[in-house]
């Protein structure tokens, strides 16, 4: 799950970065405009993974603090 995650904030980053530098949304392209439902699904997901990355960094400092104790 961790791995799965990590891909799609990889993956959500890079069309970021796109739509920054470029203004080019690869996912909207990719599936029909930014509205349409499976763009949003998209968009959904890599979120939800990217909410997911957020504990990374808690089980790091967790990991750190046990082997402290």
Do not use: H, K, P
């Amino acid at each position: 799950m961790d791995t799965l995650a990590l891909i799609l904030s990889i993956i959500g980053s890079l069309n970021w970065g796109l739509v920054g530098i470029f203004r080019f949304d690869l996912v909207a392209w990719l599936f029909g405009g930014q509205t349409a439902t499976f763009s949003r699904i998209i968009y959904t997901i890599v979120g939800l993974a990217g909410l997911w990355c957020i504990s990374f960094l808690f089980r790091r400092r967790a990991i750190i603090d046990a082997e402290d104790a």
